[in-house]
């Protein structure tokens, strides 16, 4: 690398000529470096040590810790020279790291700054408050679609927003009964979250209290309209929570799922809260309720609801069907991981979950993902309402596809399974496997 020409003002400071004028404090100069620097070389740098480069002319900085100091808000690498000329040690905008004196002391985990391919341009988040580094994702990448299905409306919603600088969510509800239920969910979810906020730091005990806040006023909404029949109607609710990049945190109840696509395998952060889990039929009875099976095999709670936990669905809860969702906590390396997806279950009944992530994986981009999503569910035959929402991650990237030729087919074993489905009827993927496997051996 070229350097310019110092200039007549410039001074410049060996390592050992640093360490004597640090000592002797002959001048104002030395004085003046000898106050700032003795703390840092007398120990290893902490978040509070910021200021490392100390002027010693308008064209050339000194570095105090000796050997050149690169920081990146207030994380600090150690490296091998004393002089830095008009700026940082920063090659192609890459901080240089020597990991194994330091990092462990200052929490830096640079996984967590992940690796993008071309099309991911995420800037980092750098907290005031804290030094650690992590990514900015941006909410203009999220892919969204959704399809009608055999059904005469979509009952389906999607949000995502941006609740701080930081922190950020996405939504997914699957109603059922009328759109009463899931409309106003999707109308004020956000006010919800944001008054959690304000009591809890926790994200997972903010989740659960919006989700029973929120139930609590769309009860309130439904019975000012006086209409009875209102109160019947409910939705899914799965809601992810993604701060400072890394930390994510999803709450649940009902069938709609949330998945992490992780080196290209899909890991399940979501677990369908229908009948036929013994914790949830056990509550369902022990509330007084009973579970009953339809022709084909699906579980119902008093023969009405597919489902042990919704927001709504008021004329269930004296038996067991609560509003109190099943929160999941992760930490996203974006080194490894590839997207975030939310799906309701006109597409979970028919795609596994290996299956979404590779379909997605074939994708270009998210939007288009999402679409190729939406519509392989209607090849396969959903009679149901199926939309999906995914977030790309670090590891985006455009992989080929694991799925056999033919499961991008038509699926007769698919659709005559879910053709046995009623309106209101919701199952979950277990229940299809063994008569897939059946019609595919």
């Known amino acids: 690398m070229s350097r310019e020409p110092i200039g007549e003002e410039s001074v410049i400071m060996s390592r050992s000529a640093l360490l004597k004028v640090v000592s002797c404090g002959r001048s104002a100069l030395s004085h ?3 106050m700032r620097a003795r703390p840092l070389l007398e120990s290893p740098p902490t978040p509070d040590q910021v200021s490392l480069l100390l002027p010693v002319s308008r064209n050339s900085y000194v570095c105090c810790v000796c050997a050149c100091a690169c920081a990146l808000d207030q994380q600090v690498c150690w490296t091998s020279r004393c002089v830095l000329e008009q700026q940082l040690c920063v090659l192609d905008q890459q901080v240089c790291v020597r990991w194994a004196s330091y990092a462990a002391r200052l929490g830096v985990d640079w996984d967590s700054l992940g690796i993008w391919d071309r099309r991911q341009e995420d800037p980092l988040l750098l907290p005031s ?3 650690t580094p992590s990514t900015q994702v941006s909410l203009s990448r999220v892919g969204s679609a959704s399809v009608l299905g055999c059904r005469k409306q979509n009952e ?3 949000r995502v927003g941006r609740l701080q600088d930081n922190l950020l969510y996405l939504a ?3 109603g059922h009964g009328g759109v009463h239920a899931a409309d106003y969910c999707h109308a004020h979810l956000d006010t919800h979250l944001r008054e959690a906020l304000e009591e809890e730091e926790d994200l997972e005990k903010v989740l659960t209290h919006a989700f029973l806040n929120l139930d609590k006023a769309l009860h309130r909404h439904l019975c000012h309209y006086g209409n009875t029949s209102h109160l019947t109607a409910g939705t899914t609710a799965t809601v992810a929570m993604l701060r400072d990049g890394v930390e ?3 709450g649940s109840v009902g069938d709609s799922r949330a998945l992490l696509c992780r080196n290209g395998r899909a890991h399940k952060l979501t677990h369908d809260h229908t009948p036929d889990r013994k914790d949830e039929r056990h509550r369902v009875k022990s509330s007084g309720g009973f579970v009953a099976w339809n022709s084909v095999g699906v579980a119902y709670v008093d023969g009405r609801l597919a489902m042990t936990r919704s927001i709504g669905d008021f004329h269930l809860k004296h038996h067991g069907v609560i ?3 099943e929160t999941t906590r992760r930490t996203v390396h974006h080194s490894h991981d590839n997207f975030l997806a939310l ?3 006109g597409i979970n009944f028919l795609l596994s979950d290996q299956e979404i992530c590779d379909v997605i994986k074939q994708s270009h981009n998210p939007t288009e993902a999402a679409e190729l999503i939406a519509q392989q569910a209607l090849q396969y035959g ?13 590891s985006w990237t455009t992989q080929p596809s694991s799925l056999h030729p033919s499961l991008h087919l038509y699926s007769m074993s698919r659709n005559l399974v879910t053709s046995g489905r009623g309106t209101e009827s919701v199952s979950s993927q277990s229940e299809v496997e063994p008569l897939y496997n059946l019609f595919t051996q």
């Open 343 to 345: 799906t309701t279950d």
């Open 32 to 34: 003046q470096t000898q």
């Open 382 to 394: 959903t009679e149901d309402n199926s939309s999906i929402l995914i977030l790309p991650l670090g």
């Open 156 to 158: 389906d919603r999607l």
């Open 172 to 174: 997914v509800f699957d």
């Open 323 to 325: 509003a109190t969702p």
């Open 248 to 250: 994510l945190v999803v």
């Open 129 to 131: 408050s804290v030094g």
